[in-house]
């Protein structure tokens, strides 16, 4: 007896270090998760910095390229400073009240998010916390994101500070607002109207291009752009090439991107044991992703390749694909995010020229592609899909998605980004730090304020090849 | 369109689509291939008519 006693207890101490094991396992796997996506997002912005030179004309390409890159910099800092805090302050909205989740509010915030007393363990290397560096890392990224959409609208004749500033009340605090409130399991969007954004169709992309649209009012079109009658030309990059290649790997960076709003299973922070969820505890699998982006890349290229057969709109349209279907990628069929896709691409270049038409020089469409389609894949989530528990809990206690409840968050994003876009560029305009003067605009961004030239040696033909 | 009776995920245990259990999966599909054999004709046709104003 006694011996089967004590080979019982040998036997429940191997599973007790097998599953602490599992348990180390599963931790290591989290934060490598999230940690691989930074990485996998820097490339959304290789792309937009590849985009944006492309698109610039051959005397501003460097100064594109130092203002997105400066974007990038000064993102990172400010959300660590309060970007971070906002997101876990406002999900319930003012005066930041904790949530039923119990994982939101200014005193939570207060704990987790600050660097500096008791808080900074949190902000800093810490060997018992797996989590919440990767979190932040992934989260800045997407502020990130956020600045380089609005970097692209306002190219070539933009002031280095003033844009500096826009991307950090864009990156570092409209968009946070968004995300708290509509993008977190205390978010009040969510817990009152079901509101469902997945893939942060609404409060990424919608905002991020109404703030754009914001700046753009006040910022202007560049020198000859508009005709006196009002009309427009259309004024080429230097590169097309450069650009579309940069738009391919702004989709790639996209496959990071969507595999940070996954949250990961077994850990004390997971919403499963045993299943991926999404941000507000429902459930997904990554197989889920994998049909629905490459099916949402594919409509989107096809349908605007019907209609301008032009590389530049076929890709914007690829993203206009996964941003029209972003919201509910998790729960489309793969099919009906293709249609869905697909039309996006096809009303892409419409929505562009109608906004061009209003005298507004959006230099790379990113109003449209991430504004217009943006707000229009958070109503189509609410067609498609109504009826679906938008949160994890028991019948009738949760909210559940419906075309009113993402109209409303439609509305919001526009509001969140649009208001202090506006408001930020006038007081900007105001002080003079928004638009560059008119004599170094026509001279050339680079020549006044890069001290390098793109193509020093122009474009020669080929050296002569080896006999 | 969620497809199971109770409105909550703790029920889910299999396919999770909008859709899912009705005849819309195949609809949306026959509606996608359609759309790209009829992009291709479009496409093959202008492209012909296109090529032709070089003759």
């Known amino acids: 007896m006694e011996e089967q006693f004590a080979e019982l207890v040998a036997k ?3 599973l007790e270090a097998t599953s602490g094991g599992a348990s180390v396992t599963n931790t290591m796997f989290a934060e490598t998760f999230y940690y691989l996506t930074i990485p996998l997002m820097i490339i959304i912005h290789v792309g937009f910095l590849a985009y944006e030179m492309g698109a610039s ?26 970007g971070w805090w906002v997101y876990w302050a406002f999900p319930t909205g003012l005066p930041g009240a904790p949530g039923p989740a119990g994982i939101s509010g200014i005193e939570y915030a207060n704990a987790i998010a600050l660097g ?5 363990q949190y902000m800093a290397p810490n060997i018992a916390d797996n989590a919440s560096g990767v979190f932040f890392g992934a989260f800045a990224l997407f502020a990130a994101t956020t600045a380089s959409i609005m970097s692209g609208a306002v190219i070539e004749r933009i002031q280095t500070v003033g844009f500096v500033i826009l991307a950090i009340v864009l990156g570092s605090f409209a968009w946070v607002v968004a995300a708290a409130w509509g993008w977190h399991a205390d978010g009040w969007l969510v817990t009152k109207f079901g509101l469902h954004d997945f893939g942060a169709a609404g409060l990424v992309h919608a905002v991020a291009g109404f703030f754009a649209l914001g700046v753009l009012i006040n910022l202007g079109p560049r020198i000859g752009k508009f005709n006196t009658d009002g ?5 080429a990059g230097h590169n097309m090439p450069l650009t579309v290649i940069g738009l391919m790997l702004i989709i790639v960076g996209f496959f990071g991107f969507l595999m940070a709003c996954v949250i990961v299973p077994g850990e004390a922070w997971s919403w499963f044991p045993d299943k991926f969820s999404t941000i507000y505890g429902t459930p997904i699998t990554l197989s889920a992703l994998s049909f629905n982006i490459l099916m949402a890349i594919a409509g989107g290229i096809i349908g605007a390749w019907v209609l301008t057969r032009d590389p530049f709109w076929m890709m914007s349209g690829a993203l206009a694909g996964i941003i029209s279907t972003a919201s509910g990628l998790d729960i ?14 096809l009303i892409l270049k419409f929505c562009a020229d109608w906004l061009e038409r209003r005298g507004i020089d959006d230099a790379v469409g990113a109003v449209t592609v991430h504004g217009t389609i943006g707000l229009y894949g958070v109503v189509m989530l609410g067609v498609m899909a109504s009826g679906f528990p938008a949160l994890q809990g028991a019948a009738g206690e949760v909210a559940t998605i419906s075309i009113m409840g993402q109209v409303i968050g439609a509305i919001v994003f526009f509001l969140v980004g649009f ?32 001290p390098a030239q793109g193509y020093p040696e122009g474009i020669p033909p080929s ?5 | 369109m969620f497809p199971y009776d109770e409105a909550s995920w703790s029920v889910v245990d299999g396919a999770m689509f909008a859709g899912s259990g009705t005849a819309l999966p195949g609809l949306t599909t026959f509606i996608a291939a359609v759309i790209c054999i009829a ?3 479009y496409g093959q046709r202008s492209e012909t008519a296109k090529a032709k104003a070089f003759d």
């Open chain 1, 231 to 235: 009309s427009a030309n259309a004024i």
């Open chain 1, 463 to 467: 050296a002569v090849a080896a006999e």
């Open chain 1, 12 to 14: 429940v101490a191997e």
């Open chain 1, 332 to 345: 489309y069929f793969p099919a009906m995010t293709f249609i869905i896709a697909f039309s996006a691409g």
């Open chain 1, 116 to 120: 500096w007393g008791d808080s900074a």
């Open chain 2, 39 to 41: 992009v291709l004709v």
């Open chain 1, 57 to 82: 004309r051959l005397k501003n390409v460097l100064s594109s390229g130092v203002k997105n890159i400066l974007a990038f910099a000064f993102m990172i800092p400010t959300f660590y400073f309060f």
């Open chain 1, 419 to 450: 208001v202090p876009g506006y408001g930020v560029s006038y007081l900007l305009k105001m002080f003079g730090m928004l638009r560059i003067r008119e004599g170094a605009e026509i001279a050339g961004m680079d020549t006044v304020k890069v």
